[in-house]
C-alpha cells in the first residue's frame, strides 16, 4: 500500500515501517464510536448519489498495516501515487486551485473510526488513529481529531496520511484470530492492509462502503459525463422525433376527427333514411289495410244489396198474398151473404116443416151427430183461433225482440261505413211492412170473430130446424166446407205469416255470422248476440209446443223452412 505524506514526521514513520513487517496489535477499544453513512452528492460519481442517509454505529476497527512502501521525496512516483500526486499538485493550476477543490463541496464524509497502529519495533508502543472515508480516499489523522471532526462535522485540510482505494479489492478474511477483518489489496501494493472489525456488522457496513469508494474514479466520471451529454443528445433527437410523432399524430387525430365527423353525418343520414323507409312502410301498410277493408265494405255493399233484393222480392209476395187474401175475404163475404140467405130460407122452411119433426127423429139424429161434429170443428177452429192469437202475441214479441237486436244492430254499424245505412232503412221499411201485415192480421181476426157469430146463428138455426135435413145436408154441408177451407187456409196463412219473421232474422244472422267470422269486432257481436239466439230458439219450442193442441187434428202443418222455397 503506498501513502501519500503530508509532513516530514509521517514520511520518517512510513520508512521505518518498510525494513520490517509491523504488526499493530489489537487495543481494546471501550469506546463506542457513532458513525453516519451519508451520501454525498458529488457530479462525478453515480455511487455517491445513489447511497442515501446510512446512519450506522461501529466501534472503530483495528487495522493491521503490512509492508509498507519506501516513500522518499525524491523517489519516482508510479501508477496510482503518480496519479494522486497529479491531483494534490498546486502546479498545475499555478497556484490558482486549492486542494479544497479536489473534494466534494460537502462536509460529509462516508465512513469514520479510530484505529490502532504500531509501528516496527516488537517494543514500540500502538498509535492510535482517526480514519476518515470520503469519496475514494481513506484519509487518516490523530485520535485528537476525533472529537474536533465529532463537533464541527468538518474534515480537516490537512491529514496525517491519504490512502487512495481506486483500483483496490476488499475482501472478507481472518487474520491471527480476529475473524471480522478486511483485506484491501492493489497490484501496486507489496502487501496487503489488514483491516479488523469488533463484529461482523461493523465488517459488512466497512466492506459495503470500502467497495463502493473503490468503484470511484476520474475515468468512469469522465465516462459518465461523456453518457450523460450522450444521453442529453439523444434526449434532444428523441423530443424533436416525439414533436414530429406528435405533429403527426395531430394531423391524423384530426383527420380521425373529421373522419368521425363524416361518419356521423352518414350515421345521421342513415337514421333519417331509415325512419323515412319505416314511415313508407307504415303508409303502404296503411293504404293495404285500408283497400283491404274497401274491398270488405264493397262486399258488404253487394250482401246488403242483394238482402234489399230479396226483401223487395217478399213484399212483392207479399203483396201478392194480401190480394188474394182480400179476394177470399170477399169470396167469404159473398159465401157468407148466401149463407145468411139460406138460413132465412131455412127457418122459412122451418116454419113449414114442424108438423114433421116428428116424422123425422131419426132425421133429427143425424143432423144432432151432424151438428155435434160442426160443434167439434168449430171448437177446433176456436183452438186454431187461440193458437193463432197465441202466434201473434209471439209474433210481437219477436217484433219487440227485433227492434231491440235492430237498435244494437244500428249502434254496431255506426261504426261501419255509411253505405250500411241503407240496410237500416230497408229493415225499417220491413218493419213497417210487418206492422201493416199484423194490422191485416187483426182484420183477419175479426172478420173470423164474424165468422164464429153466423155459425153461432146457424147453429141456433140448425137446432130449431126439425125437418127436411137430407136438403139441409145438400144445401148446407157445401157451405160448411168451404168454411172450413177457409179456416185452413187462414190458419196456414197466419202460420206463414209468423214464421216469416223468424225466417228473415234466421238468415240475416247466418249471413252475418259469417261475416263476424272475420274480423274480432263482429266475433264480440256474435258472442253478445248467442243469448239472444237460445231465448228465439226457446220461443220456437214453445210456439211448436203451442201450435198442436190437439195431436189428432187433420189440419197439416206447416214447417217454417217450408217458406225458404218461396
Given at each position: 500500500?503506498?501513502?501519500?505524506?503530508?509532513d516530514?514526521?509521517s514520511?520518517?514513520r512510513q520508512?521505518?515501517?518498510?525494513?520490517a513487517?509491523?504488526?499493530?496489535t489489537?487495543?481494546?477499544a471501550?469506546?463506542?464510536?457513532t458513525?453516519?453513512i451519508?451520501a454525498t452528492?458529488?457530479t462525478?460519481?453515480t455511487i455517491?448519489?445513489?447511497?442515501?442517509?446510512?446512519?450506522?454505529?461501529?466501534?472503530s476497527?483495528?487495522?493491521?498495516?503490512q509492508?509498507?512502501p519506501?516513500?522518499n521525496?525524491?523517489?519516482?512516483k508510479?501508477g496510482?501515487?503518480?496519479s494522486?500526486?497529479?491531483?494534490?499538485?498546486r502546479s498545475l493550476n499555478?497556484?490558482?486551485?486549492r486542494?479544497?477543490?479536489v473534494?466534494?463541496?460537502?462536509?460529509?464524509a462516508?465512513?469514520q473510526?479510530?484505529?490502532?497502529?504500531r509501528?516496527?519495533?516488537p517494543n514500540?508502543l500502538e498509535?492510535?488513529i482517526f480514519?476518515v472515508?470520503?469519496e475514494?480516499?481513506l484519509?487518516?489523522y490523530?485520535?485528537s481529531?476525533?472529537k474536533?471532526?465529532?463537533?464541527t462535522?468538518?474534515?480537516?485540510?490537512?491529514?496525517k496520511?491519504?490512502v487512495?482505494?481506486?483500483g483496490?479489492?476488499?475482501v472478507?478474511?481472518?487474520?491471527?484470530?480476529?475473524k471480522?477483518c478486511l483485506?484491501?489489496t492493489?497490484?501496486?501494493?507489496?502487501?496487503?492492509?489488514?483491516v479488523?472489525?469488533?463484529?461482523?456488522?461493523?465488517q459488512?457496513?466497512?466492506?459495503?462502503?470500502l467497495?463502493?469508494a473503490?468503484?470511484?474514479?476520474?475515468?468512469?466520471?469522465?465516462?459518465?459525463e461523456k453518457?450523460?451529454?450522450?444521453?442529453?443528445?439523444r434526449?434532444v433527437?428523441?423530443s424533436e422525433?416525439?414533436?414530429?410523432?406528435?405533429?403527426?399524430l395531430?394531423a391524423?387525430?384530426?383527420a380521425?376527427?373529421?373522419?368521425h365527423?363524416?361518419?356521423?353525418?352518414l350515421?345521421?343520414a342513415?337514421?333519417?333514411?331509415e325512419?323515412?323507409?319505416?314511415?313508407?312502410?307504415?303508409m303502404?301498410k296503411?293504404?293495404?289495410?285500408?283497400l283491404?277493408?274497401?274491398?270488405?265494405?264493397?262486399s258488404?255493399?253487394?250482401?246488403?244489396?242483394?238482402t234489399?233484393?230479396?226483401l223487395e222480392q217478399?213484399?212483392?209476395?207479399l203483396?201478392a198474398?194480401t190480394?188474394h187474401?182480400v179476394?177470399?175475404?170477399?169470396?167469404l163475404?159473398l159465401?157468407k151473404?148466401?149463407?145468411?140467405?139460406q138460413?132465412?130460407?131455412?127457418?122459412?122452411e122451418?116454419?113449414?116443416?114442424l108438423?114433421?119433426?116428428q116424422?123425422?127423429?131419426?132425421a133429427?139424429c143425424?143432423?144432432?151427430n151432424?151438428?155435434m161434429?160442426?160443434?167439434?170443428?168449430?171448437?177446433?177452429?176456436?183452438?186454431?183461433?187461440?193458437r193463432v192469437e197465441?202466434?201473434?202475441r209471439?209474433?210481437e214479441k219477436?217484433?219487440?225482440?227485433?227492434?231491440?237486436?235492430r237498435?244494437?244492430?244500428?249502434s254496431?254499424?255506426?261504426e261501419?261505413?255509411n253505405s250500411l245505412?241503407?240496410?237500416s232503412?230497408?229493415?225499417?221499411?220491413?218493419?213497417?211492412?210487418l206492422?201493416d201485415?199484423?194490422?191485416?192480421?187483426i182484420?183477419?181476426?175479426?172478420?173470423l170473430?164474424a165468422?164464429?157469430k153466423?155459425?153461432?146463428?146457424?147453429e141456433?138455426?140448425l137446432?130449431?130446424t126439425?125437418a127436411q135435413m137430407s136438403?139441409l145436408?145438400e144445401?148446407?154441408?157445401?157451405?160448411?166446407?168451404k168454411?172450413?177451407?177457409?179456416?185452413?187456409?187462414?190458419?196456414?196463412?197466419?202460420?206463414m205469416?209468423?214464421?216469416r219473421?223468424i225466417?228473415?232474422?234466421?238468415?240475416i244472422?247466418a249471413?252475418?255470422s259469417?261475416?263476424?267470422?272475420?274480423t274480432?269486432?263482429?266475433g264480440s257481436?256474435?258472442?253478445?248476440?248467442a243469448?239472444a239466439?237460445t231465448?228465439?230458439s226457446?220461443f220456437?219450442t214453445?210456439?211448436?209446443n203451442?201450435?198442436?193442441?190437439?195431436?189428432?187434428?187433420?189440419i197439416?202443418k206447416?214447417e217454417?223452412?217450408s217458406?225458404?222455397?218461396l
Amino acid at each position: 500500500m503506498n501513502g501519500v505524506d503530508v509532513d516530514d514526521r509521517s514520511k520518517q514513520r512510513q520508512y521505518r515501517f518498510h525494513t520490517a513487517t509491523t504488526r499493530v496489535t489489537p487495543t481494546i477499544a471501550t469506546t463506542a464510536t457513532t458513525t453516519t453513512i451519508t451520501a454525498t452528492t458529488t457530479t462525478t460519481t453515480t455511487i455517491a448519489t445513489t447511497a442515501a442517509a446510512i446512519t450506522a454505529t461501529t466501534t472503530s476497527p483495528i487495522i493491521r498495516i503490512q509492508g509498507l512502501p519506501k516513500s522518499n521525496g525524491c523517489d519516482e512516483k508510479r501508477g496510482i501515487l503518480r496519479s494522486l500526486s497529479f491531483q494534490f499538485s498546486r502546479s498545475l493550476n499555478r497556484g490558482k486551485r486549492r486542494i479544497a477543490d479536489v473534494f466534494d463541496s460537502s462536509d460529509e464524509a462516508e465512513q469514520q473510526g479510530a484505529f490502532g497502529l504500531r509501528g516496527c519495533k516488537p517494543n514500540r508502543l500502538e498509535l492510535a488513529i482517526f480514519f476518515v472515508l470520503k469519496e475514494c480516499f481513506l484519509v487518516y489523522y490523530k485520535v485528537s481529531e476525533k472529537k474536533i471532526f465529532e463537533k464541527t462535522r468538518r474534515m480537516n485540510l490537512h491529514p496525517k496520511g491519504i490512502v487512495p482505494l481506486v483500483g483496490c479489492s476488499v475482501v472478507a478474511g481472518q487474520d491471527h484470530g480476529h475473524k471480522n477483518c478486511l483485506l484491501i489489496t492493489h497490484t501496486q501494493f507489496k502487501s496487503a492492509i489488514i483491516v479488523c472489525a469488533p463484529d461482523s456488522k461493523v465488517q459488512e457496513s466497512w466492506l459495503t462502503a470500502l467497495r463502493d469508494a473503490t468503484k470511484i474514479s476520474y475515468k468512469n466520471t469522465t465516462s459518465w459525463e461523456k453518457l450523460v451529454e450522450e444521453l442529453e443528445s439523444r434526449g434532444v433527437l428523441l423530443s424533436e422525433e416525439k414533436k414530429m410523432y406528435e405533429e403527426k399524430l395531430l394531423a391524423e387525430a384530426q383527420a380521425r376527427r373529421e373522419e368521425h365527423s363524416r361518419y356521423l353525418c352518414l350515421e345521421r343520414a342513415k337514421d333519417e333514411l331509415e325512419r323515412e323507409r319505416e314511415r313508407l312502410i307504415r303508409m303502404t301498410k296503411k293504404l293495404k289495410d285500408d283497400l283491404q277493408s274497401q274491398t270488405f265494405f264493397n262486399s258488404e255493399l253487394k250482401i246488403t244489396n242483394e238482402t234489399k233484393r230479396t226483401l223487395e222480392q217478399e213484399k212483392i209476395s207479399l203483396n201478392a198474398k194480401t190480394e188474394h187474401l182480400v179476394s177470399n175475404m170477399q169470396s167469404l163475404n159473398l159465401e157468407k151473404t148466401k149463407i145468411e140467405e139460406q138460413v132465412s130460407t131455412i127457418i122459412r122452411e122451418r116454419e113449414k116443416f114442424l108438423l114433421e119433426n116428428q116424422n123425422l127423429s131419426t132425421a133429427t139424429c143425424q143432423l144432432k151427430n151432424r151438428l155435434m161434429e160442426i160443434e167439434t170443428k168449430t171448437n177446433c177452429i176456436l183452438a186454431e183461433k187461440e193458437r193463432v192469437e197465441a202466434m201473434l202475441r209471439l209474433n210481437e214479441k219477436k217484433t219487440n225482440d227485433l227492434e231491440k237486436e235492430r237498435e244494437y244492430y244500428n249502434s254496431q254499424t255506426m261504426e261501419l261505413l255509411n253505405s250500411l245505412k241503407e240496410v237500416s232503412e230497408q229493415r225499417d221499411i220491413t218493419e213497417a211492412e210487418l206492422k201493416d201485415e199484423v194490422m191485416a192480421r187483426i182484420g183477419a181476426e175479426k172478420q173470423l170473430q164474424a165468422a164464429e157469430k153466423a155459425l153461432e146463428h146457424l147453429e141456433t138455426a140448425l137446432k130449431l130446424t126439425g125437418a127436411q135435413m137430407s136438403e139441409l145436408q145438400e144445401h148446407i154441408m157445401p157451405d160448411v166446407h168451404k168454411l172450413r177451407e177457409f179456416f185452413e187456409q187462414c190458419a196456414e196463412i197466419s202460420k206463414m205469416d209468423a214464421n216469416r219473421p223468424i225466417i228473415m232474422r234466421n238468415a240475416i244472422h247466418a249471413r252475418r255470422s259469417l261475416r263476424r267470422n272475420k274480423t274480432r269486432v263482429r266475433g264480440s257481436i256474435r258472442r253478445k248476440l248467442a243469448p239472444a239466439i237460445t231465448m228465439q230458439s226457446t220461443f220456437t219450442t214453445g210456439c211448436d209446443n203451442t201450435e198442436m193442441p190437439n195431436p189428432e187434428e187433420p189440419i197439416p202443418k206447416i214447417e217454417p223452412n217450408s217458406l225458404m222455397h218461396l
